[in-house]
């Protein structure tokens, strides 16, 4: 026998083997027994062909990927088919479907066929060319298209254009001020400490300025002008660092959570 | 003795965690082993470094790998600082009047839930200990298995719980932010039914619910979009609805310009997650037996960053050593 | 009839949306919209599963390159194709019948989910740790001023979010607390990392309007073109 035969055999005798071991013969309910066997055996193996990736590019991870891909795809469809299709158009759409599915019927709304049609229509691209009728998908693509637009316009124009500069200008730039002798004799770099809320308000401000003046492309960056938008280009570069800082914690918080399976489910190492 | 060196009162605060014994962890005598090797991995990185000579990407991996690994290993747990960010959502919870409806929306998959899924359970837990009542939804597809994770996380602890009074879950609806324009404005235009397809107006808790802001609180745990965004774009900000979050690290960041105004705090990261663990421990002390999954990552992660650490110092010292060299020679 | 219908459907879709916003009563007319596109967004679910079917397919008969693989895909999908869409194995089936919840405990569908998609989904993502561990190493210098800034920024965050910081500055009397790191940290993030994300979000908040806007107006009419004409 050949490797591409070989490999595949001894590597589902190793994991039938690794299942057995993970099985609990004394389960009352043995079918159960067996899907958490297979559930811990089944997570193992295929963490350890996704991690082969970092050696190298190699069949294992090349079967793990292609299989993530297939029950992905399986995944959303079904999830989406009961979430939507079934429990949300058919309880309007028909009573006895409704029955045939165990959902109640909540009453004739005769437009949800539009949206059924309308997604018909998206699946004729799926149909062979030679019919020639997947352009009508487009009716359906246009929908979608203006619909985000519509929805994406009104909520950013409140939520991140209007609702951001006023948060940014209802701040005050001289916090808690009771005066400038005040000031002088209660100054220290204490965290909660006015300086430190003055300081606070006066970089989210100017930082905010400066980062939109680097971003306004249709004047030249020199003078006063390439100055403000070089202090945009340090806050910016400041929130790249806060960007990276945070992504490393979050990759290195799936890593821990990834070993910890491991080495407490899958190998049992650790309590 | 050096041991007991560390272990003294003066060193105590610093060491001890890194030499405890922890209960999940493999004992003293490993965690001495690996904070010997990962010197000596460290030193032998730094030496090569300011040699010139990098070191090959798959050791870095490797070593990577054997560190966090290793930190795995000897269950080191660290103490955690609480952040106001964090206390903001524990405060506005304990606040919340017996019988209050919180809504949560877990928009994460499997790949978010070492560190979302402890935020979920935590205020759960404490959810029910101040008896409100939950409403569960999510706008991601695999958030439905993330909600089942979760009830069968907490369900032990609170067998008194009754389904529809006590707690419900309403499931997923595809649609992203469409979902979320419309359940600002009517609730049940989306979710007529549960997830069991039991109808809404049939479940008592979610009498007098009809959208958004008729929920006391609502928690949004996501990693990604449709997630937290959204739901300040779509809802906080039309309907003037209290909301709280728990974000992915990766998209923590991003988030801080609604906060506090559009959100009134935000759990970022596992750190996040590991903060509130601590808050609910110290209100609730119960939990102190229990395990607290995101501080357990704490501890682990602290020692992978301090490998990163090291790596981007070597890196710029070697850096600025060959530049030294090139002027020297210039 | 090929592009014109499709440019009034977008322009009519799109303007209910945008006054609905400025005229209440239209507020349920907009609901409705709103619910065939919750609605249809499952059939791109559909259109995706089904293209991906179809790839998948053709190179498995055609037996190209690699057709191994794209068998193990089809196999997959069909699987859990069949778990899920019959609910097979699930405990609630009994009781509720084909209301069952999809993900309840024990269903088979749910099983398979924490046994394939679960797993590969967060070692996916984990593998990112020791890419980034890489690239920190390789490329991360204090070549400028500018690279610098980020440099101290990462690591003030790095040091912040752990236990390392509270170790390293621990000592400073409260006066001067902002810089006890965890402190120095939390403002970066609250404060000066605000204003960049600020300015980033009003940056692209004015992009998507504008494009938004030529889209509903029926001046941006790349998604109508290409295809059979």
């Known amino acids: ?57 190699n069949p294992f991870y090349k079967f793990a990927e292609h299989l993530y891909v297939g029950v992905s795809a399986a995944y959303w469809m079904c999830v989406g088919f009961w979430s939507n299709i079934v429990q949300q158009a058919i309880p309007h759409l028909s009573p006895w479907l409704s029955e045939a599915l165990d959902q109640p019927f909540l009453g004739y709304k005769w437009d949800y066929w539009i949206p059924i049609a309308f997604g018909l229509l998206l699946l004729t691209r799926l149909l062979p060319d030679s019919l020639k009728i997947g352009w009508l998908s487009k009716w359906t693509l246009a929908f979608i298209v203006a619909s985000t637009a519509g929805l994406l316009m009104t909520a950013n124009l409140k939520a991140n254009f209007i ?55 249709s004047k030249e960056h020199t003078g006063w002008f390439g100055r403000v938008s070089r202090l945009g280009i340090w806050v910016l570069m400041v929130t790249f660092g806060a960007s990276f800082g945070y992504t490393v914690m979050g990759r290195v918080s799936l890593l821990v959570g990834r070993l910890t399976f491991l080495f407490r489910d899958w190998a049992g190492i650790i309590s | 003795m050096i041991q007991a060196l560390f272990l003294s009162p003066v060193f105590s605060p610093l060491f001890s965690p890194l030499f405890s014994v922890v209960s999940h962890g493999l004992g003293p005598v490993f965690s001495w082993i690996f904070w010997i090797l990962f010197v000596a991995g460290v030193g032998w990185v730094f030496w090569r470094t300011i040699k010139g000579r990098e070191v090959e990407r798959r050791v870095i991996f490797l070593m990577m790998g054997l560190t966090v690994a290793g930190a795995v290993l000897t269950g080191i747990v660290l103490p ?12 506005t919870i304990e606040n919340l009047e ?73 499931g997923y609806r595809a649609g992203n932010e469409a979902v979320l324009k419309v359940i600002a404005t009517d609730f049940r235009k989306t979710f007529p039914t549960d997830v069991s397809g039991i109808v809404l107006d049939s479940l008592p808790m979610m009498t007098g619910v009809t959208a958004c802001p008729d929920f006391s609180y609502i928690v949004a745990i996501g990693s990604g ?27 923590a960041p991003q988030l801080y310009p609604y906060y506090p105004q559009q959100m009134n705090g935000m759990m970022g990261g596992s750190k996040g997650a590991s903060e509130y663990e601590k808050m609910l421990r110290r209100g609730y002390p119960k939990y102190g037996e229990f395990r607290a999954q995101a501080t357990e990552i704490m501890g682990p992660q602290t020692v992978a960053h301090v490998f990163l650490m090291l790596l981007i110092i070597f890196a710029n010292i070697s850096f600025f050593l060959a530049k030294k060299r090139k002027g020297a020679s210039a | 009839m090929k592009r014109t219908i499709p440019w009034i459907i977008t322009i009519v879709t799109g303007f209910v949306l945008v006054i609905a916003e400025f005229v209440p009563p239209w507020g349920k007319m907009r609901e409705d919209v709103l619910i065939y596109f919750q609605i249809i967004s499952v059939f791109a679910f559909f259109l995706g599963g089904g293209s991906l079917l179809k790839i998948n397919l053709q190179k498995v008969f055609s037996k190209r390159t690699d057709w191994e693989y794209a068998l193990v895909t089809v196999v997959g999908f069909f699987v859990m194709l069949a778990l899920g869409l019959f609910k097979l194995g699930n405990p609630e089936m009994a009781t509720a019948g084909y209301a069952a919840d999809l993900n309840a405990n024990g269903s088979w569908f749910k099983n398979l989910f924490d046994a394939v998609k679960a797993p590969l989904s967060a070692s996916m993502y984990s593998l990112l740790a020791f890419f980034i561990a890489s690239a920190s190493y390789r490329a991360f210098r204090a070549k400028n001023s500018d690279a610098t800034v980020l440099l101290v920024s990462a690591f003030i965050i790095l040091m912040g979010q752990t236990f390392v910081g509270v170790v390293a500055t621990g000592w400073m009397p409260d006066w001067v607390s902002f810089f006890k790191v965890e402190n120095l940290s939390l403002w970066l993030l609250a404060k000066a990392n605000l204003a960049g994300q600020r300015a980033i979000l009003i940056g692209i908040a004015l992009g998507i309007v504008s494009m938004s806007l030529r889209v509903i107006l029926g001046i941006e009419r790349t998604h109508l073109s290409g295809g059979d004409e």
């Open chain 1, 1 to 57: 026998m050949n490797r591409k035969v070989m490999i595949p055999i001894a590597s589902i005798i190793v994991f039938i083997g690794f299942l057995l071991l993970k099985f609990d013969f004394e389960a009352v309910d043995s079918s159960q027994a067996l899907w958490d066997a297979f559930i811990v055996t089944a997570g193992g193996f295929l963490t350890l062909m996704i991690f082969s990736f970092l050696y190298r590019d």
């Open chain 2, 80 to 91: 955690v600082q609480e952040t106001v960010v964090v206390r903001n959502i524990f405060d």
């Open chain 1, 163 to 217: 609702s951001q500069i006023s948060s940014t200008m209802s701040l005050p730039l001289l916090p808690d001020w009771t005066g400038f002798g005040d000031f002088v004799s209660n100054f220290d770099l204490s965290y909660g400490g006015q300086f430190i809320k003055m300081l606070s308000n006066w970089v989210i401000v100017v930082g905010v300025i400066s980062g939109l003046v680097y971003f306004f492309f």
């Open chain 2, 225 to 251: 979009r449709p997630g937290i965004k959204e739901w300040v774009e779509y809802v906080v900000e039309p309907s003037g609805a209290l909301m709280g979050s728990g974000a992915a690290a990766v998209s």
């Open chain 2, 98 to 170: 017996e019988g209050d409806k919180v809504l949560l929306s877990l928009d994460y998959d499997p790949s978010g839930a070492p560190e979302l899924q402890p935020m979920a359970i935590a205020v759960s837990q404490h959810c029910l200990e101040k008896k409100l009542k939950i409403c569960y939804m999510t706008l991601w597809g695999t958030g439905g298995a993330m909600i089942a994770d979760v009830i069968t996380a907490i369900r032990p602890d609170f067998p008194e719980l009754v389904y529809g009074e006590d707690y419900c879950n309403v």
